[in-house]
């Protein structure tokens, strides 16, 4: 904005400064050219009247005298003849018979006055050409032409110019210089208003924004602080709230447990029923603890990352997706569900850290997994895609509607069949992977798998390699189920 306003108030300088330079130069130029017609025209009037007096008289000494004289004094020819183009004085090398000199001697003794036209600029050179006829009223005696030097006059007009010119470069730096700093006076603040309010947006505690520039700035930043500071309260006692809450409470759940196992050993046969349900429900709550403290940091995570600059994060995703694969496999196995991998054998960077991507793919495998069902089939897929670096996971399970797609990122949200048959989680996973993917300028893709089945996309962007990334790569794929062997792994992630 700040560029697009200077342009604007220079244009405009440029524009006034151009309206004023260019008529004075004009005029400068137009009047110095009148001066010179005036003296020369001058000069023809008293050698005319020479040879008005001449012509009377008969003597014609005092005119050639003084042609002479004006010829070594000034260095500018001139030729006088009668009304019969006689010549009565030639002088510095103009002479009557010159066609163009005749021309205006013809005219001067039809009683026509013959000055140059157009005005002198400082490229001018050469001389100009003047006539006059002698005599009075329109009685001719004679004809008077004069060649008159205009390299004094064109010198005047550069001098003058170059006081213009230079005048003219003074204000418009002067004016520059005051619209640079009006632009920064009204800009900076907005400037400053605008960093406060992607700050706002993204959920972390805004500068303060100091009021400068026009008073209706001054107001609106004012205005800007105190909002400011009333939603970030709000944000940051809601954040501390959820994090304070998920925290606190762990040692008070772990004491818990500690209490109901010991409790197991008092409890009779008919009891063990009651027992598990309490520890089902305990493992439930502690993974939504842990769900809603995870949700927590990565919202924040997400808002730190809008505002600043963590280019430098990256991690090779085939490889993240390589070691993920090898330790859900024993889960997999275990449900009586086939996990395969498909993968690049070129390394496929993305800008993200290791554990981020991680735990992305633990939550996609951990979802499907859970609701796929047995015998089910599940591909993990790690490519690149255009700018993207791009974690697949697919299932062949019951899926969800599109009416449930639009819902599954939403914080709590379990579907409907997921909490008849008790398989439903905490209903965090999803919305975890979406502020984790939001934080990198990736997103969560999901869609119905053909023929059944759901497929959940993590597009997160690549990072820029010094060596570049394989367009074209060709690909590995590893395919696990029932009957291989992997390391163990008790991985934790959301509910879909």
């Known amino acids: 904005m700040r560029t697009r306003v200077q342009a604007a108030l220079l244009l405009f300088v440029v524009i006034a400064v151009a309206a004023f330079a260019v008529p004075l130069l004009l005029f400068t130029a137009s009047d110095r050219t009148q001066q010179l017609v005036l003296a020369r025209s001058a000069d023809l009037d008293r050698f005319a009247s020479l040879m008005d007096q001449a012509e009377q008289t008969g003597d014609t000494s005092a005119v050639t005298a003084e042609a002479r004289r004006y010829t070594q004094l000034y260095g500018e020819p001139l030729v006088v003849t009668d009304t019969r183009?006689?010549?009565?004085?030639?002088?510095?090398?103009?002479?009557?018979?010159?066609?163009?000199v005749g021309?205006?001697?013809?005219?001067?003794?039809?009683?026509?006055?013959?000055?140059?036209?157009?005005?002198?600029?400082?490229?001018?050179?050469?001389?100009r050409m003047f006539a006059e006829p002698?005599?009075?009223?329109?009685?001719?005696?004679?004809?008077?032409?004069?060649?008159?030097?205009?390299?004094?006059?064109?010198?005047?007009i550069t001098r003058r110019w170059a006081a213009v010119l230079a005048g003219t470069a003074l204000v418009a730096v002067a004016c520059t210089v005051i619209a640079r700093a009006a632009t920064r006076w009204v800009v900076s603040p907005l400037r400053r208003l605008d960093r406060a309010v992607g700050q706002l947006a993204a959920g972390l505690p805004p500068e303060q924004t100091r009021a400068g520039g026009p008073?209706?700035?001054?107001?609106?930043?004012?205005?800007f602080n105190r909002m400011a500071g009333t939603v970030t309260a709000a944000l940051e006692q809601q954040r501390r709230l959820v994090a304070d809450t998920s925290h606190q409470m762990r040692n008070p759940m772990a004491a818990l447990r500690l209490r109901v196992d010991a409790l197991h050993r008092h409890l009779p046969a008919s009891a063990d029923r009651t027992y598990t349900g309490v520890t089902t429900e305990?493992?439930?709550?502690?993974?939504?603890?842990?769900?809603?403290?995870?949700?927590?940091?990565?919202?924040h995570r997400a808002g730190e990352l809008a505002v600043t600059d963590d280019s430098d994060a990256r991690c090779d995703a085939t490889a993240i997706a390589t070691a993920q694969y090898r330790l859900w496999e024993p889960v997999a196995h275990r449900a009586g569900i086939r996990l395969a991998l498909d993968t690049d054998t070129?390394?496929?960077?993305?800008?993200?850290?290791?554990?981020?991507?991680?735990?992305?793919t633990d939550i996609l495998l951990d979802n499907a997994i859970k609701y796929a069902g047995p015998h089910a089939e599940i591909s993990l897929r790690c490519a690149a895609e255009g700018p993207h670096a791009v974690l697949t996971v697919t299932d062949d399970g019951p899926g969800l509607t599109p009416a449930e797609i639009a819902q599954a990122t939403t914080r709590f949200w379990r579907s409907g069949r997921q909490r008849q048959d008790g398989t439903a989680g905490t209903g965090l996973g999803l919305a975890?992977?979406?502020?984790?993917?939001?934080?990198?300028?990736?997103?969560?893709?999901?869609?119905?798998?053909?023929?059944?089945?759901?497929?959940?996309?993590?597009?997160?962007?690549?990072?820029?390699?010094?060596?570049?990334?394989?367009?074209?790569?060709?690909?590995?794929?590893?395919?696990?189920?029932?009957?291989?062997?992997?390391?163990?792994?008790?991985?934790?992630g959301g509910a879909r």
Do not use: F, Y
């Open 432 to 492: 975890i992977v979406e502020q984790l993917l939001a934080g990198r300028g990736g997103r969560l893709e999901l869609e119905p798998a053909h023929p059944r089945g759901l497929r959940a996309a993590a597009l997160v962007p690549r990072a820029v390699t010094d060596h570049g990334d394989a367009r074209h790569p060709s690909r590995g794929r590893l395919t696990a189920g029932p009957g291989t062997t992997a390391a163990r792994r008790d991985p934790r």
């Open 85 to 100: 183009r006689r010549p009565i004085v030639q002088t510095g090398g103009i002479r009557a018979a010159d066609p163009a």
């Open 134 to 156: 002698a005599g009075t009223g329109t009685r001719v005696s004679g004809a008077v032409v004069l060649r008159a030097s205009v390299d004094t006059a064109a010198q005047d």
């Open 282 to 299: 305990l493992d439930r709550l502690e993974t939504l603890l842990d769900g809603m403290l995870t949700l927590a940091t990565a919202e």
């Open 103 to 127: 021309r205006l001697l013809d005219a001067a003794l039809r009683n026509q006055t013959a000055h140059p036209t157009g005005a002198l600029r400082p490229w001018s050179k050469g001389s």
């Open 215 to 223: 008073p209706e700035l001054r107001q609106l930043a004012s205005g």
């Open 346 to 360: 070129n390394p496929v960077v993305a800008a993200c850290t290791d554990h981020e991507l991680a735990q992305i």
